[in-house]
């Protein structure tokens, strides 16, 4: 009786893991991801574990913050914007927050890392493991995927798992026999340009399994703090905290021993370390959820998310997760790396903006009050300088409920923000103000005039753009506003400026037709045209222009560095006129010379000397003197388009999807900027690209997939087709849309809503 | 008509006036307070204003901090615990926090100051007040008042007058014409041992009349964090911040000036600005909220409290609730000095524990998590090992509602307690383990023992207290629980801690008593008599036990320092067995030997040597070896009582009351403690203290008034009256309750609280 009711429940075992393995199996998109992909060189992504859009991205650092010496600045700091370098050959230990793909550095909130023998708290030295707590690893010995990664820390042969909810990191160590093994958690380590970048820490152990506390920073973002509360799977036998720092009069606080076996810390330099006793192979679990609002939170977060102490489960479900969210777009293409490009992209592309609020709600607001998020879910991390031109166009097809919760997010900050301003980079209730223009207003544009946002939410955010767009003391907008262009005399950057301030207004302008508020319409279509005041029509390019009227004499197109621009050199950033192609043409001497100018764009040579200070790239992330690496020329190669070349166009984008993108760690030539690059890529990948957001029309290239079949969230399906399609056949012979022939070089978004058939017929040959 | 309507209304005015004039009149006994008493010297009172147990002590600060040095030792800071000391002549600003009395400093958050002319903003020395904002004055052009104070800022005219309600402090400045006058806001500024205790301050400017922000510091309270909302009677002109921090770099910050008009400041040394022109003799206001829990909650209790623009209503509303809480106790003495000694003690006594919790019953928890206060008033500033003594008992007479939700935030900090421990001494949701024993168990054991804490509250309460009293890492706790003292070799102040344990200890057993627990009865009675272990009979003293047994051969019961004994020597800290002075008289010699060491020690004189490590008190302070500015001798005049000689105890209380009260600016010996001082003055002055809190009897001295009324809170009165009293006649002839004699030296809580009369009958001459 007894045997049999075993044989029963191994048969139910075995069917329902072969039922488990066929569903995987029948949409195992994850697969095809590979998140080492730009984890070398300039991507700047990170190889740990998330689920989509994840609050926790739980990661392995390989190189260490701080450096010792308060405020100093960290030279190394930008390689290290994700925590991890693929050419580093040891590990500091696993920490819960990482940008990815960024330019700037912050994050890397409380460090994890087992060990095992005598006690070793500082983390020794990059060249010689052995003298800290860090561990040497070789990528053989690692595995990365979505929502779980793996690697074998070799100092002291301990396996380290991890996996993630959306508020929660999952550890699992299995370590060696010992009765000396530690789990260190580091509440120094951070991730910034200079060192020293905790203000204030705080820890409690609750019980000998229960650990709470929080982190509060000055670094990229100035007042921030993150609460989290751990929890291990077997009780610790001791533990005990060091303080690093040269502390004034503690007061009474004296008549304890505070670093061992004393369940409270606080102060700016701390580190503890858990004891525990363990058999050989014995597994010890870390859940570590985090809150943006208090202890209380980060518990709850942990104990609704992660129940259970079943790693697998979390694994599987986040697993099952990023395959649902993956599988909004299936593709068949030619090679196992295009399919890996395509979904490590995709993948990218959903790992930010990131959750920002309690499994309850409450979130911190940018006025570092709480708040309830009341009918939306509250994101954070929002990179717009560069997710605004095809990370949120994308996800308006793709993740369009999760977009309009991204836009609510932004008018949130904004109703929080005393400056009455949308956000620009914010991040972790901070506003960083990086880079430049107000480009919230054209994600809100383009959600807008895409009809995914409407009625008293849509002119509640029109008024917010508009507040935003006269806010007089920003970055030369009040010279902007009085003299149409921003004078370099009087603020640097200032032809950026003047493009990109030119080009929003724009947005605002569309939005406010579409909304019908004739008065903003006129205002801002009114400076929507500014960007003519810096064109020198004698040399044709984009110049700075001094408070006087008159261009700045000192001028050289090569460079990068205080000519008037940011992140692109002149050739680059005259482009910067994704409103009004046909008039730049024009007015840049018609279509014939300007795809002529194009041409010499992509095909001159950029000299090292003005590589140099091109930033965020490698010199793979260059084509000539066109930048891929960076952001203000992603639209560029459509503009063949409007110049009647758009073989051209596809030729271009093809090459610079071949050049750009390759599955391999240094397969991104520069910062995947939250996804901003990669988004690039699916686009192109899919055969359009929007030029302008903020227009519903989006710009045909030359599709490099086989087939794609987009999921849509209203229920209908888009299928893309690229018939006759291969490497070489990079050229769109013609274009049909539900099998009517398309002729023009643009596809509209309700098009691609309304579900259907877009087929590309493919040559080798240009149809010029 | 309409004159007839403005005539009516002036006459309702009058009479409204009229009515209000002789309500006050009825009950003026704010005018027997003197603010400044204790000013001078060692009373570490402030003069400021505030209204009973209120959040705000908005008072003039005479000394700054920071003294530009990070982390720097400030050996002034003692004398400026409370911010002002009477000998000062300029004043830096006027902060909105204050400790009353206490030794230890911290607090004096939110310096504001107006000035006029160009604009200065470093405070300037001292000796040189025009070198920076802050300003001559004098005694002469200053009034204190309950909840007002008055002074004229000499070096630019200016008249500055305050007043609170619990959570706002309300400021009046009266300027002289200028196009150029200013009210500075001082983040830097704080009150405690070491400069720079700022870690982080945020401020917003959120419209030209509105600012909020907070200010997080590590000081006394380790992590501590007021936040508050500031607001304008006019809007400013112009307004400014100056970071005088040496900053790292600030990314794209760079973008604005944030010195001037750049509405958003945050980081460690900040001093804010806002200017203005004034009309002669213009008044401008400033409502300053504070809150623990956030600048929102801060926002709504200076909406809630504050609604207008009305200081006198704002000020009178404040006096006529100290009236009423003055009036509880109505007094009539010989001397107007009787009257201001009786009131400002008794107005001392009503300023802390401060509340604690937003108006709408938020607070900050030890844990750092919001919490609501559900069913009490959270307080805060518990100086337990102060004011257990006769503070608290004396709340359980006049103020016994007040006592029982002091109880109640006591037990939360409990629950929210990582070491499962009630408060030390604690403030502002921090645990700062001042002094020693755990004194919170006596404050408890004498509310459940008086009946003003019964049911599951006072169980719960119970079990709080023992799981406090086994916290064995707990300052040699586990050594006295395991040998039933402290050894000395082991840790310091051994003798004081070992006597205090078991007096706590006493009182854990009294309440269980009372509640029934026998086996915590049992098991704290045993605790309650290890001060035998510490008596060396062949001394007569109190002396420091070694682990092995042996008592320790160094010794001088003099000195203070390094004895055994901490704010007390031996003659002092030996008498310290309140809860069984029977015993303690015996195992001294008996009762006419125990007589003569107390006449030895109010007699006899302590050198100078040994008055140097003497803490907290002045020369003054100090009657022959008697220590009355410390509390480890208050109930030492009242042990004639036990040894047959309650003259002596009657001679020596009026002797105390007459040298260590005086109603001068220096009249207080040494520091208030919180009120405990001022206990101790009240108690005696009526007639009776409260020797072993957590018994229900209190010991019969000799009253120093000639009636006193007491107003209890159940509707019942009680009256003391002091037939033929005078300055001479200090000896009680015989004492009746309702009529009839009493004939023991101690009355009891139930026959105080049962209301009726009773009458010291006075005399000249002592009944021996």
């Not at 949120?392 to 005393?418: G, K, L």
């Not at 024009?586 to 279509?591: A, Q």
């Not at 793979?620 to 409007?642: D, K, M, Q, R, T």
Request: proline share 4%.
């Amino acid at each position: 009786m007894k045997k049999l009711s075993i044989g029963f429940v191994l048969l139910f075992l075995l069917l329902f893991l072969h039922l488990n393995l066929s569903a995987q199996k029948s949409e195992n998109y994850i697969q095809h991801v590979n998140p080492l992909i730009g984890t070398q060189k300039m991507g700047h992504t990170y190889p740990g574990a998330t689920v989509p859009f994840g609050s926790v991205q739980l990661s392995p650092d390989t190189d260490q913050q701080p450096h010792n010496i308060a405020g100093k600045y960290n030279k190394d700091a930008y390689k290290y914007c994700a925590g991890y370098q693929y050419d580093d050959r040891t590990i500091v230990g696993f920490s819960h927050t990482h940008f990815s793909g960024t330019g700037h550095s912050d994050l890397g909130d409380f460090l994890i890392m087992p060990t095992v023998g005598d006690l070793q708290l500082e983390p020794g030295a990059k060249d010689n493991p052995k003298s800290g707590f860090r561990s040497a690893f070789s990528h053989q010995n690692e595995t990365a995927e979505p929502n779980y990664y793996k690697v074998l820390l070799e100092d002291d042969k301990i396996l380290a798992e991890m996996t993630t909810t959306t508020r929660v990191g999952f550890h699992q160590y299995t370590f060696p026999q010992s009765d000396n093994s530690h789990i260190i958690l580091d509440l120094m380590h951070g991730i910034y340009n200079y060192d020293d970048k905790n203000v204030w820490t705080f820890v409690r152990v609750e019980n000998d399994r229960t650990i709470v506390g929080y982190r509060q920073t000055n670094g990229w973002a100035r007042t921030r703090t993150v609460y989290f509360a751990m929890e291990f799977s077997k009780p610790f036998t001791s533990y005990g905290f060091k303080n690093y720092e040269n502390q004034a009069y503690r007061g009474f606080w004296r008549k304890f021993d505070q670093t061992k076996n004393f369940p409270e810390a606080a102060g700016k330099q701390i580190r503890a370390y858990f004891d525990f006793a363990t058999a050989k192979d014995e597994k010890i679990q870390v859940k570590f959820a985090l809150s943006p609002v208090s202890t209380e939170g980060a518990m709850n977060n942990l104990k609704t998310e992660t129940p259970d102490w079943d790693f697998e489960k979390v694994k599987r479900a986040g697993q099952n997760e990023w395959n649902k969210e993956l599988g909004k777009i299936a593709v068949t293409a030619d090679t196992k790396g295009d399919l890996i490009n395509f979904y490590t992209a995709l993948y990218h592309t959903f790992l930010s903006p990131t959750v920002y609020m309690d499994a309850d709600g409450k979130y911190k607001g940018l006025d570092q009050n709480v708040h309830q998020a009341n009918g939306f879910t509250n994101y954070t991390t929002f990179s717009l300088w560069d997710t605004y031109r095809a990370l949120h166009p994308f996800f308006n097809i793709v993740q369009p409920r999760r977009n309009r919760e991204m836009i609510r997010s932004m008018t949130a900050h904004y109703d929080q923000s005393v400056h009455k301003m949308l956000p620009v980079w914010s991040h972790y209730a901070n506003e960083n103000w990086c880079m430049i223009g107000y480009h919230s207003v054209s994600v809100i544009a383009d959600a807008i005039v895409k009809g995914n946002l409407t009625g008293v939410e849509a002119q509640k955010a029109l008024d917010a753009s508009v507040q935003t767009a006269r806010t007089k003391y920003y970055d030369g907008l009040e010279y902007y506003m009085k003299m149409g262009y921003v004078p370099e005399d009087k603020n640097s950057s200032s032809v950026s400026k003047t493009l990109e301030y030119a080009y929003d207004d724009w947005t605002i302008a569309q939005m406010a037709k579409k909304l019908k508020r004739t008065d903003v319409y006129d205002e801002f279509i009114k400076r929507s045209e500014n960007w003519k005041n810096v064109y020198d029509a004698s040399i044709g390019f984009m110049r700075p222009k001094m408070s006087d009227g008159k261009f700045r004499v000192k001028f050289d197109a090569l460079q990068t560095h205080d000519q008037g621009f940011i992140e692109g050199n002149a050739w680059n950033y005259s482009l910067y006129v994704p409103h009004n192609p046909d008039e730049m043409i024009r007015m840049m001497g018609g279509k014939q010379k300007f795809a002529a100018h194009l041409d010499e764009l992509f095909t001159m040579h950029l000299p090292d000397e003005f590589f140099a200070d091109t930033e965020d790239i490698t010199r793979e992330g260059i084509i000539g003197n066109y930048v891929h690496g960076n952001e203000p020329s992603h639209h560029v190669a459509y503009l063949y388009n409007w110049a009647d070349a758009p073989h051209k166009t596809q030729e271009k984008v093809r090459m610079i999807l071949k050049n750009q993108y390759r599955p391999t760690p240094d397969g991104l030539g520069g910062n995947d900027d939250c996804g901003q690059m990669s988004a690039w890529f699916l686009f192109s990948t899919l055969g359009f690209y929007p030029v302008a957001p903020g227009s519903d029309q989006y710009s045909l290239g030359s599709p490099a997939i086989k087939t794609a079949v987009l999921k849509l969230e209203n229920g209908k399906t888009m299928t893309i087709e690229a018939t006759n399609q291969s490497d070489k056949n990079v050229y769109v012979e013609r274009v049909s849309l539900n099998g009517k022939p398309l002729n023009r070089h643009y596809i509209t978004h309700a098009e691609i809503m309304n579900g259907g058939k877009l087929t590309f017929m493919m040559s080798d040959k240009p149809k010029v």
